[in-house]
């Protein structure tokens, strides 16, 4: 059983910038898929950013078209954490984001086997 818990969300003005932490316990794949999802009320969970890991260390990152150049992802394998650092940050980014575990489909489509419980961002014009 995957667990995620997500940390650092928070409020920020328009062209500011957030770090988002997924710390993962209980994983034993050897080929991990980690994303990142956003959602406001109403609308489906949008995938903003994926990792995908295998056990010899090669990794493939990739991000949304309205992310590029703006979020990065990176990974600290000793604390099984991924970090999203979001720079330049538009209200257009605001939601709760939700770390996820093991697709079931592809990256961007929102089924997964484990999900985090949440942290929002709120960006401000």
């Known amino acids: 059983q995957v667990q995620l818990v997500e940390s650092g969300g928070g409020s920020v003005q328009a062209g500011g910038s957030l770090r988002l932490s997924c710390a993962a316990s209980?994983?034993?794949?050897?080929?991990?898929?980690l994303s990142w999802f956003r959602q406001t009320p109403g609308n489906d969970r949008e995938g903003v950013a994926s990792?995908?890991?295998?056990?010899?260390?090669?990794?493939?990152?990739d991000y949304a078209d309205s992310v590029k150049g703006r979020f990065s992802l990176s990974q600290d394998d000793t604390k099984n954490t991924v970090y999203l650092q979001m720079d330049r940050l538009k209200p257009e980014d605001t939601g709760m984001y939700y770390c996820?575990?093991?697709?079931?489909?592809?990256?961007?489509?929102?089924?997964?086997?484990?999900w985090g419980q949440g942290t929002q961002v709120t960006v401000s014009s």
């Open positions: 209980g994983w034993t794949n050897r080929r991990k898929r």
């Open positions: 990792i995908f890991t295998i056990f010899t260390g090669v990794r493939n990152i």
């Open positions: 996820a575990a093991e697709p079931l489909g592809d990256w961007v489509s929102p089924r997964y086997r484990y």
